[in-house]
């Protein structure tokens, strides 16, 4: 009985092995590993809602197919762990043999997707719209199949520096509050970097930990120093606490600067009128002017419209990630249609001569410090105001091209 | 056929399973097998520690132990993939034994808190040593000391035979019997003459050994590593589950076990996986009626059967909590 | 500015928290010598309770407590009856991993109905705060402590002075005596558990407008309270309170005067477990017990 179970149970490993094998070729295979369980299950959330948006609207412009292909989307959950997506990573290529990957999205399913990913010579193109951590960037090297579509970390600092400087004017003094956690970790020394080269003094450089119960020891310290600019450097959670935290502490800092947050929903959400006055950067935020594309109107309609499109399945704000994921996506598809191919070779080529105008702005992609493929990483600085029925908005300060109002000091 | 001849019967087959898939095996069964070594490893390392009565809550501290020496040792020493591996066995002996040290004469749930204490505050060194581990940030493996796919899957599918002939040999010899008595009652075993500290350090270096053998190559594989993954406790409760599922206690309970869990865990990840927050969900429920219904395990729901099918055949003995 | 004021008003805050925090896991660890993996769940499940009480139907989250409190009981009840009950004399490690089960199903629940997006009930008081000479105090702080402080006592004095709290001393005491004594020693089993979980729920209720609330709040939570529960004693609550107070004391006290001293400050709560259990592996206050 017992023998009998054990040869039953192998026997059907092997048999599942084999059977995945041998599977048409008549299909268009995105790979998505998405975190849809575990911590980072909000990002997962999102990536998936951003592909499934972007093969609803294909098949409704352009129909079922891609190129006589079908489409097909394989979800895969990350369960936000490392193992995991090893795995993953390693089915979509091996078994599956996906053309095309697009995601992770938290910052270390993202870097552990990375080795896998680069060990296997025949590897399909990898697009991430997610992962900011240069880790990665290093890690995956100049390689020809990699297409980041998001912004690398000292795009942030870099953008808000430019803006600060341009707003708020020479010598201040910055108190610098950062993380124990990957996204602190990932930041800090190109934060460091950017303001000292921007001239500015740092008055403060606190190190907190995540999921801190309270932080108001690192608050205190720095009211001490009396800063002119609060540059916060933790992830959503702690910055949800923090931020409550810091208005109840009264540290009379005019700009506070969050750059992982402060365009999220989720954060707006959770700290109601503490949201006044923060400042945050970003690629996308609700309200940004990009026209729709000339060519593709449909596909890539106006930021404006494209929410709007948004708003009407979804029933919420689309976030950062949802644009990014949905963007990538339709990029792959063009790509397939446009060379009516998936071979890798072709695909890169395409990709990297394309050019839309996409509700994520410019599509071009560039080379970044080390990465050859990067796009999407243009950076918006944006203020949250109360409007005047008690609302917030995403005021645009910088670029001033965009701008939409202007800087105002904090109050509280 | 009697018990025994089934057991060593059950090695053989398991052990020619696992050493041909890496050989033979298409990639995703590969992949199953790599995982699946992985758990059998830590499972029968964990049920080594818990048949002495020592329940560990933190084997993720070996387990991460040994992913940061194998990363450490090849990218700053450049140390090859098998030097890298034993760099991570002895740290895990060490850290082990010493534990055992330190303990002392801590039991039960005392003993089991400490061990989790240890993991975390692992945890938060590799956290706070940013220069050395690469903190919260996370490192990679230097591509260049990647030994190649096969050498690790094989790697690990030895890994887990070792250990399964290591506990193998352990149930066939004396020490066996020092352990179910530490088991039961420590204080009466040392009146019996058994020197309990002695035969903790043991047990715990070779546990922690294993487990952090696994964390070492687990590292090759995966290639990259963070405070958060390597102490992470799902390895711990994993690690937990698997021998509790299988039959605690015995010797093929933690490998069958591990089959379960992991297939279990594929089997709700691939058709629930598309849905949020349900295959964890389904995983949580699993654990729950299992404890609940089959607390001897499967091992022991199987040796119900049996005995009810076959009542000529001689009494299978049932593994004792 | 001399900070020291500051150091000792916020320790005394956390303090406070914590205390609520660790006794509902005291009291159930104390009476029924299970460590609820799901503990943390409970907090995380009163803390939900709250912010839907102020966001969806407008009440303050002070205002919801008493109610969330009750039907944290009646939860508790359940869980005992339904699941709990059935492991009591198994070994450890079933408690163990059926807590975390239920602990795991009960997150992920949350994820279904509530999604993994992070909360925080915005009430007033929540951002709202004054100087005391040099002293900053945060209201939702003080107030947190208030309630922490009330529900404390009043479980001490349950325990010390009603009939059935006298009980649930005595089988916490010894199981088999208190059977004899004519004790129903698993209504009181029910009880505890359901208590201790209602003390979960309000600390979820109280940390809805501090913290961040997340479908994985609980299990750091978890994780101190055991801390604060070991360092205090098994089956102590005055233990408990002191533990509480050593955590808060030292973590604050780190995080000020140390450099990166923050980070830091979550590996005292396992040095100092470490060092007590091989010191003095009853705790501060705890009663001799073989686990």
Partial sequence: MRKALCLGTSGLLIAAALSFAAEAQETFKIGAPVSISGRYVAYGVQGKNGIEMAVDVWKKVRGDKVAGRTIEVLFRDTQSNNAITVSLMNNFILTDKVNVIIGPDGSNVAAAAVPPWKKIEDRPIWLLPGGSSDVIEKEVGPDPYFFHTYAWSYYYHESNLKALKALVGPNKKVALIYSDGAYGRAHIDDARHYIKEAGYEIVSDELVREGSADFNPTLAKIRARRPDILYVLVQTNDAIQLTKQIQASRLNVPYLIG?????????????????????????????????????????????????????????????????????????????????????????????????YQTPLGDSKFIKSRVALHQTFGEMVVFQRQKKADGTFEGVLIYPEQIATGKLKPCTY | MNTRTFGLLLGAVVLIVILSIPVFGSPSAVDITFRTCSLIALAVSWNLMASAGLISLGHSAFFGLGGYVVILSANLLGMPFWISLIASLAAGALFGSGLALITGRLRGIYFAITTLAASEGLRVIAVMLPALTGGAKGAFLDAKYYPGT??????????????????????????????????????????????????????????????????????????????????????????????????????????????????????????????????????????????????????????????????????TKMAKP | MDLLPQVFSDALLLAGLYTLMAVGLSLGFGVLRIINFAQGEMIMLGAYGAFWGLTLLGVDPIISLPVLVVAGFALGWLIFRGFVAKVLDAPHINQILLTFGLALAIQHIAIILWSGNARSATTAYATESAFVGDVLVVYSRLIAFAIATIMVVALIAWLRWSETGRATRAVAENRAAAALMGIDVDRIYAMSFGVSCALSVATGVVVSFILTITPFMGFPMLIKSIAIVILGGLGSIAGTVIGAFVLAFSETFVSYYVPDGAGWAEGIAFLLIIGILILRPRGILGQTVET
């Fill in chain 1, 259 to 355: 750059t992982a947050q402060a365009q999220l929903p989720e954060w707006q959400n959770a700290v109601g009128e503490s949201q006044s006055c923060w400042t945050g950067v970003t690629t996308w935020v609700p309200g940004l002017s990009y026209p729709a594309d000339k060519n593709e109107p449909k596909l890539f309609p106006s930021a404006a419209d494209w929410e709007k499109a948004w708003m009407e399945k979804f029933k919420a704000v689309p976030e950062f990630l949802e644009v990014g994921y949905y963007a990538s996506t339709i990029l792959t598809l063009l790509a397939v249609e446009a060379t009516k191919s998936t071979d890798r070779e072709v695909l890169k080529k395409w990709l990297e001569e394309q050019h």
């Fill in chain 2, 150 to 315: 096969f050498t690790v899957n094989m790697g690990m599918s030895l890994a887990a035979a070792v250990t399964c002939l290591i506990a193998w040999r352990m149930s066939q010899s004396r020490i066996h019997y020092a352990f179910r008595a530490m088991r039961a009652n420590e204080g009466a075993a040392q009146m019996l003459g058994i020197y309990p500290l002695k035969f903790r350090c043991a047990i715990m270096a070779v546990s922690g050994a294993v487990a952090s053998l696994v964390g070492g190559i687990e590292a090759f594989h995966g290639g990259y590593l963070d405070p958060a993954i390597a102490f992470d406790l799902h390895i711990t409760i994993t690690s937990q589950i698997a021998p509790i599922l299988g039959g605690i206690y015995t010797l093929s309970g933690p490998i069958i076990g591990a089959v379960a869990t992991v297939f279990i865990g594929d089997a709700t990840r691939l058709s629930l996986g598309h849905i949020e927050g349900v295959s964890l969900l389904v995983f949580g429920l699993i654990l729950v009626f299992s404890i609940l219904y089959l607390p001897q395990g499967i091992r022991g729901g199987l040796s119900d059967l049996w005995r009810r099918r076959s009542a000529t055949a001689e009494p």
